[in-house]
C-alpha cells in the first residue's frame, strides 16, 4: 500500500502496472506451482489460439458496440427494437457453430478459423458502406449475416485450438485462458476504437457536419481498424495453427457462451442521446 501510494504521487498511477506486472511474472516463473504455468505456450497452437482470441476479442467488441450505436443513434431504432434487429446474428450464430463442428472434423481448425476472421473482414467492408440514411435490409442485414457465420466458425474453432494438445491438468488452464484473452482483447479493442471514432466525430461535427454523418464517419474509422485486424487474426491463424484435429474423429461439443451470445442476441443498448464523443 505504501509502495502504491509513492507510486502514484510521485510518478502516475500506470506505474504500479509497470511494476506490479514484471514482479509478476518473476514470481510466477520461479513458482513451482505458478497459477498460469508459462509452458503451456511452448504449443504453439495454443499459443496462436490465444493471439488469435486477443484479435478477436479487439475487434468483436467494438463492432457490436458501433454497430448498436449506429442502429440507434444515426438510423433512430429504440433500444428494443435495436435488440430485435441483432437477433438474426444471434440465430445466425447457433446454426453456423453447428456447421463448425462438422467442419472441423472434416478439415481441421486452421481452415476454419482463417475462413471466420476472413468473413469478419468482408463484413466490415460492407460496413464501411453503411450511409447516413441506411436501413436494416439492404445495408445491414448482409453484414450480419456475414458476421452471424463468422462467429460460429471463429468462437468453435478458437476454443478447439486453444486446448489442443494439452494435457488433462492443462485442460482448465487452456479453456479459462482463452477466453482471458478475448476479453483483455476487447477492453483494448474498445479503449482505441473510442478514441479513434470521438476524435473524427468530434472533428468534422466543428466543420459544421450534420450530428449522423458526422458520427457515420467516426463509426466507418472503427471498421477500418476492425477490418485490419480480422486480416491479422486470419493471418495468424494460417500460419501458428496446426490441422488439431484429423478427419473422421468427432471433436468435443462446443457451445458459446451466455455472454459470447448476449453481444448479438442482447447488444446493450446505448442511450440515443449520447454522441460518440
Known sequence: MLAG??????????????????????????????LLPLSVFRNLTVAGANLYGLLLGALMFPMFVFLSLYVQQVLGYSAIKTGLAFLVIAAGMILSSGLA?????????????????????????????????GHFASDLLPGFLLVAIALG????????????????????????????????????????????????TTALLRTGH?????LTSGFHDIYVVTGGLAIAAALVAATLIRRTRPA??????????????????????????????
Open 5 to 34: 501510494g509513492v507510486l502514484t504521487t510521485w510518478l502516475s498511477w500506470p506505474w504500479i502496472f509497470f511494476v506490479n506486472l514484471p514482479v509478476g511474472a518473476l514470481i510466477e516463473a520461479r513458482s513451482t506451482a505458478p
Open 210 to 214: 450534420r450530428p449522423a454523418a458526422a
Open 153 to 200: 466458425l471463429a468462437f468453435v474453432g478458437d476454443f478447439i485450438a486453444s486446448t489442443a494438445g494439452t494435457s488433462p491438468n492443462d485442460a482448465g488452464l487452456a479453456s479459462g485462458l482463452i477466453n482471458t484473452s478475448q476479453q483483455i482483447g476487447g477492453a483494448i479493442g474498445l479503449a482505441v476504437t473510442t478514441t479513434i471514432a470521438a476524435t473524427r
Open 101 to 133: 463442428r462438422n467442419l472441423v472434423t472434416r478439415t481441421g481448425t486452421k481452415l476454419v478459423l482463417t475462413a471466420g476472421l476472413l468473413g469478419f473482414a468482408a463484413a466490415q467492408a460492407l460496413f464501411l458502406r453503411l450511409p447516413a440514411s
Open 248 to 277: 473422421g474423429e468427432t471433436p468435443p461439443a462446443v457451445s458459446l457462451t451466455s455472454s459470447e451470445i448476449s453481444y448479438a442476441s442482447s447488444v446493450p443498448p446505448a442511450d440515443a442521446g449520447d454522441g460518440a464523443a
